[in-house]
């Protein structure tokens, strides 16, 4: 049995149907509405390091098996990392000189115009709309995957739902757990349902089940200010995009020695970016708009209001980064489990039931592989 209808419970579900179990997957919603159609869509699996990439890897290849299960989008687009200084890319070449040949792969800055552009039709007016100015390199990282976050978890839980021995019960809050002879059983508003074995896949929302289990493993919510930008004439992007400020938060670069001087240079010449704790990236979606971000900050309980001069900050920068003005339609407040213990919690609560939630910002990057390590026992 599977609390919680987002990626990583949904995950889950694939796992253990495609070896045989059968799932009943309850879901609080009508529909997913939480982290995993908030984000960017983008599988940062180069990014990781130690377990956190061990769990990467494993998930890439699960999300492109079940890509061709479920019928939803996965690109193996890669990602682009920009560098419009020194510091930024001697960060490059170091994890470039780490990892095996071909993963990450330098680029100069016609190179780097050559990636972004490789979507696009020969005549669609690319150079035209995106300029990319000031840039020094960059690197393009080969195994990043790109999904739909908008559409991805509804094709999935589709696809689950027309699977044998599947059974979906949406608007269904879990209020508690108790135990029996024949296993752990789920209070819901619906009623009791019982199985063999429970995976709590809630995300952010341990602490409405298992206060004392959040406040150990010290759970916040990271709220992040997102935004979407209709598509610039002509402009269409296979990878994702990251910049400095991505350097700075995925440990595969902090590991890095160069780390430290790009942390006093951004530190130094971008104040306002490190103030709202940035993340410069964007990713494009099938229907060409681009996904932009973020920011980040952390709380017990989100507020729901929004600083204008946040997204002013992110998007100005994005701008820069492209060379075109953007056309912003849409926004939104993203949000995710962080943690400052460690970035993954898996914890059986009691016999039979087991919390599992991503407390980090990688949710939809370990899913797969994370549920793979979960179910993997039971059969």
Same mark, same amino acid.
């Given at each position: 049995?599977?609390?919680?209808?987002?990626?990583?419970?949904? =995950? @889950?579900?694939? @796992?253990?149907? *495609?070896?045989?179990? !059968?799932?009943?997957?309850?879901?609080?919603?009508?529909?997913?509405?939480?982290?995993?159609?908030?984000?960017?869509?983008?599988?940062?699996?180069?990014?990781?390091?130690?377990?956190?990439?061990?769990? +990467?890897?494993?998930?890439?290849?699960?999300?492109?098996?079940?890509?061709?299960?479920?019928?939803?989008?996965? =690109?193996?687009?890669?990602?682009?990392?920009?560098?419009?200084?020194? *510091?930024?890319?001697?960060?490059?070449?170091?994890?470039?000189?780490?990892?095996?040949?071909?993963?990450?792969?330098?680029?100069? /800055?016609?190179?780097?115009?050559?990636?972004? !552009?490789?979507?696009?039709?020969?005549?669609?007016?690319?150079? +035209?709309?995106?300029?990319?100015?000031?840039?020094?390199?960059?690197?393009?990282?080969?195994?990043?995957?790109?999904?739909?976050?908008?559409?991805?978890?509804?094709?999935?839980?589709?696809?689950?739902?027309?699977?044998?021995?599947?059974?979906?019960?949406?608007?269904?809050?879990?209020?508690?757990?108790?135990?029996?002879?024949?296993?752990? %059983?789920?209070?819901?508003?619906?009623?009791?349902?019982?199985?063999?074995?429970?995976?709590?896949?809630?995300?952010?929302?341990?602490?409405?089940?298992?206060?004392?289990?959040?406040?150990?493993?010290?759970?916040?919510?990271?709220?992040?200010?997102?935004?979407?930008?209709?598509?610039?004439?002509?402009?269409?992007?296979?990878? +994702?995009?990251?910049?400095? %400020?991505?350097?700075?938060?995925? /440990?595969?670069?902090?590991?890095?020695?160069?780390? =430290?001087?790009?942390?006093?240079?951004?530190?130094?010449?971008? /104040?306002?970016?490190?103030?709202?704790? *940035?993340?410069?990236?964007? &990713?494009?979606?099938?229907?060409?708009?681009?996904?932009?971000?973020?920011?980040?900050?952390? @709380?017990?309980? +989100?507020?729901?209001?929004?600083?204008?001069?946040? &997204?002013?900050?992110?998007?100005?920068?994005?701008?820069?980064?492209?060379?075109?003005?953007?056309?912003?339609?849409?926004?939104?407040?993203?949000?995710?489990?962080?943690?400052?213990?460690?970035?993954?919690?898996?914890?059986?609560?009691?016999?039979?039931? &087991?919390?599992?939630?991503? &407390?980090?910002?990688?949710?939809? %990057?370990?899913?797969?592989?994370?549920?793979?390590?979960?179910?993997?026992?039971?059969?």
């Amino acid at each position: 049995m599977i609390v919680g209808a987002g990626i990583v419970g949904l =995950a @889950h579900a694939a @796992h253990a149907v *495609a070896n045989g179990l !059968s799932v009943t997957i309850l879901e609080r919603d009508h529909h997913a509405v939480g982290a995993s159609v908030r984000n960017f869509g983008h599988c940062c699996v180069t990014a990781q390091s130690g377990e956190l990439y061990e769990l +990467a890897q494993t998930s890439r290849k699960y999300w492109l098996e079940f890509a061709a299960l479920a019928g939803f989008w996965a =690109a193996e687009s890669g990602a682009v990392v920009l560098a419009r200084t020194q *510091a930024e890319m001697a960060v490059l070449q170091e994890l470039s000189a780490a990892r095996e040949e071909g993963q990450v792969e330098l680029l100069s /800055p016609d190179g780097v115009r050559s990636r972004l !552009s490789s979507g696009a039709a020969p005549d669609d007016g690319d150079a +035209a709309s995106a300029s990319w100015p000031g840039l020094m390199g960059g690197a393009f990282l080969r195994d990043d995957l790109r999904v739909d976050p908008r559409t991805t978890v509804a094709k999935l839980a589709d696809w689950l739902a027309h699977q044998p021995g599947v059974k979906i019960h949406w608007n269904t809050a879990a209020l508690g757990f108790g135990g029996t002879p024949g296993g752990p %059983t789920v209070h819901t508003s619906r009623g009791d349902f019982q199985g063999k074995q429970v995976f709590v896949c809630v995300g952010h929302d341990v602490d409405y089940l298992f206060p004392s289990l959040a406040a150990e493993h010290r759970i916040e919510r990271c709220a992040l200010q997102m935004s979407r930008a209709a598509q610039p004439p002509g402009l269409t992007i296979g990878p +994702a995009v990251l910049t400095a %400020t991505s350097m700075l938060r995925y /440990p595969a670069f902090t590991d890095m020695p160069a780390a =430290a001087a790009l942390r006093e240079e951004v530190e130094r010449d971008r /104040p306002d970016l490190m103030r709202i704790g *940035a993340n410069v990236m964007f &990713t494009q979606r099938p229907d060409g708009t681009l996904i932009l971000g973020d920011s980040h900050h952390y @709380h017990r309980t +989100a507020a729901p209001f929004m600083d204008e001069t946040v &997204t002013t900050i992110l998007n100005k920068d994005i701008e820069s980064a492209i060379g075109t003005p953007l056309d912003v339609i849409e926004r939104w407040q993203g949000i995710y489990a962080s943690s400052s213990v460690a970035p993954i919690l898996v914890r059986e609560t009691q016999p039979g039931v &087991t919390v599992v939630s991503v &407390t980090s910002g990688v949710g939809m %990057t370990l899913s797969f592989g994370l549920a793979d390590r979960n179910i993997s026992p039971l059969y």
